[in-house]
């Protein structure tokens, strides 16, 4: 391209599912290197749009079934809908984004990028979470960021119970209630440090709330390793 | 009496044996319950509780050095773009980097492939040697997700939906700190140091119909191009099997009481799951119902295999192909008497080691100390590896052909016969010398 000049956008490639199959869809999202693309009609089909591996933009016009955006990387793909179990499933880098709500297990084993979820998460959302960044709008069901490793789950609403369930190193930010937490999570200090990630997650993901506002959960490290007794060492040291 | 030494005198206890003693006493020093590795140890019906009948007036033998008996297989051809195509009926068991060192798992590969078959991965990953040094990899897919990513499940050669396993049947796998190195910590998005304790289910399905999805997921990550398979422990095997083969499987893989696990609870070894020859029956039972066996999904039976003899058993009773996991340690250098002094160091013995949860191990197979694993070379361990699986393929071909078999796969339970009333109930073949089978489901 020579100097002063513009590129083109990428023209939108629009493939409506009540036409194209799901197999001929995800291949041509597998084969593109770059682009934009617009999928019509998903009316609850699972596995739309999973295994992108570019840098594309994927808008879906209507709701999702299960693992919409699974093991998802580099590019972004946008639900204007809901999604059910799985969105976002193991995701590594890229965002995906959904006007709506998620149901179960939102961001499973996510190793990187960034979930936004504008409405609600039902349970277990960030489970087993390995590093991805998860912003929900509205409110989580219980059991979220069980097994927990890395990454942070931020919530606006309100979460369920036992949050952060036998939690390793990932950090929660609740701005609402949490009914109750989970074995090893505790509330933990909100330094500076914190603020500035979760201004920075709320601002990645186009949410407008104060920092200030939210507490922060995370890891007693109380079951990070097996607690064994040595009685005969007792013993021993009584008989001196 | 005179002249009698305490054995005449002192009598042990059946219900509380020496073993059971020191095992009291342990748990109430540690008040913790013991972990360790390897596979149930006590007394069970094995595959040797089975004999072949051989060719005789009825049925004649194939020559033994000289008329061809095949061994190859080929799993997911109906389904998946680039089918599995293996050899010999005998492929290498899940096991992770972190239980095994590098070399073991690059051994694993190499012995692997110079027989022209698979090995698998395990909880924590893909590691580039296993890959590098594996022509036929299958990449498990594990509760935990461990190291888990796309690339790697598109650079398999066959994905293993992992249910659940022979030595632990609804239990998760277990790490001990000792063996969590940094290099284990980082593949695994865990603190270096800690027990690591994994997921028993899996965090985004439950049940089959879910699992259904989630293959349709699998299959279009990777463009429909390798096979699935679904590995159980072996609890409920006729339905597992047939549920596995309604979600959508390629395979199912069925891991008996024996099989083996780097760590786990001792209670867990020994006294949850049913042996391996109750198992394969039940899933080739399933199998025949939904018209698939030695159809459109092949049955892999894992659980205690150590022989040709046990192969051509179990390919007999219904399997397609066999798993070993702790005969491919042994193969390595597991157990060796060369490191006796040390083993008994260890407070144990060859031929009675097994603490593959502790990371001490002196064959350099099963820890992650960089002093024990420079003991493996890879190369060699390959090369055993290599003889052991042509010793299994050979003995295998050896029955057959006495049967009567051109191909291994064509083994039958026809060619069996029992020698205990347990094993002629759950291999469901008649007792020697009659043609009574206890419980006999055989369709008349």
């Known amino acids: 391209m020579g100097p002063g000049c513009v590129s083109a956008p990428d023209p939108v490639t629009t493939i409506d599912l009540a036409e194209t199959s799901l197999r001929d869809l995800n291949q041509k999202l597998h084969q593109a290197e770059r682009g934009s693309f617009r999928v019509l009609n998903p009316r609850g089909a699972h596995a739309v749009a999973c295994g992108i591996d570019a840098d594309i933009s994927v808008e879906i016009h209507g709701s999702v079934g299960y693992y919409c955006a699974g093991m998802h990387q580099k590019g972004s793909v946008y639900v204007d809908g809901n999604a059910s179990t799985g969105l976002a499933e193991n995701i590594m880098s890229g965002t995906v984004r959904i006007s709506g709500s998620a149901t179960m297990s939102a961001g499973a084993t996510g190793h990187g990028g960034l979930v936004v979820i504008e409405g609600n998460a039902g349970a277990r959302c960030g489970i087993s979470m390995k590093g991805v960044d998860i912003v929900v709008g509205g409110n989580v069901g219980h059991m979220s960021a069980f097994m927990a490793q890395a990454g942070n789950l931020v919530v606006l609403g309100d979460a369920g119970s036992d949050l952060g369930d036998s939690i390793y190193e990932a950090n929660l930010y609740v701005r609402g209630e949490v009914a109750s937490l989970g074995a090893d999570a505790i509330c933990k200090d909100m330094r500076p440090e914190h603020v500035r990630t979760l201004a920075g997650l709320l601002e990645a993901a186009g949410m407008e709330a104060d920092p200030n506002d939210f507490r922060r959960y995370g890891t007693a490290r109380g079951l990070y390793n097996f607690h064994i007794d040595d009685v005969n060492a007792e013993v021993a040291r009584r008989a001196g | ?444």
């Open chain 2, 1 to 444: 009496m005179s002249g009698t030494g305490d054995s005449w005198r002192l009598r042990e206890s059946y219900t509380f044996d020496r073993h059971v003693i020191a095992e009291i006493h342990r748990a109430a020093n540690t008040g913790v319950y013991r972990i360790r590795g390897w596979g149930a140890k006590r007394r069970m019906p094995t595959l040797d509780d089975l004999v072949f009948l051989g060719a005789s007036m009825s049925r004649y033998p194939l020559e033994g050095y000289r008329e061809s008996c095949e061994t190859d297989l080929v799993i997911g051809a109906e389904r998946a773009a680039r089918p599995l195509e293996i050899a010999i009926p005998i492929t290498i068991a899940g096991m992770s980097f972190g239980s095994l060192s590098a070399n073991a798992k690059e051994a694993l590969g190499r012995g692997a492939s110079a027989m022209g078959t698979s090995t698998t991965s395990g909880d924590g990953g893909m590691l580039p040697e296993e890959r590098e040094h594996s022509s036929k990899l299958i990449y498990q897919y594990l509760p935990s997700r461990y190291g888990q990513n796309p690339d790697d499940l598109r650079s398999a050669d066959a994905i293993e939906v992992v249910v659940g396993q022979g030595a632990k049947p609804g239990g998760g796998g277990i790490l001990l700190g000792q063996k969590v190195s940094e290099r284990v910590a980082g593949m695994r998005t865990l603190p270096a140091g800690i027990d690591q304790r994994s997921a028993c289910r899996h965090p985004d399905w439950t049940g089959p119909d879910d699992l259904q999805i989630k293959i349709q997921e699998l299959r279009e990550v990777v463009d429909w191009q390798v096979p699935i398979f679904v590995k159980v422990g072996a609890a409920r095997p006729f339905y597992d099997t047939a549920l596995a083969v309604k979600a959508g499987a390629d395979a199912v893989v069925v891991d008996g009481l024996q099989g083996g696990t780097a760590a786990t609870q001792d209670v867990f070894i020994e006294h949850a799951g049913i042996p391996t020859i109750a198992a394969i029956p039940e899933a080739t039972r399933a199998l025949q119902d939904l018209d698939v066996h030695r159809k459109s999904v092949k049955l892999i039976a894992s659980g205690g295999i150590r022989s040709g003899a046990d192969v051509a058993k179990a390919l007999a009773l219904g399997a397609d192909a066999v798993s070993i996991g702790t005969a491919a340690l042994i193969a390595l250098g597991d157990n060796d008497p060369a490191y006796d002094d040390e083993y008994r160091k260890l407070g144990s013995a060859a031929g009675f080691w097994d603490d593959l949860q502790d990371g001490t191990d002196p064959a350099g197979i099963a820890t992650q100390d960089p002093r024990l694993t420079a003991r493996l070379d890879p190369v060699i361990g390959g090369r055993r590896l290599a003889n052991y699986l042509q010793v299994l393929t050979m003995e295998t071909q050896t029955l057959a052909r006495a049967c009567g078999k051109s191909h291994v796969a064509n083994l039958e339970p026809e060619d069996l016969a029992a020698l205990t009333v347990e094993a002629a109930a759950m291999a469901q073949v008649p007792i020697a010398g009659t043609d009574w089978i206890p419980g006999d489901r055989r369709k008349r």
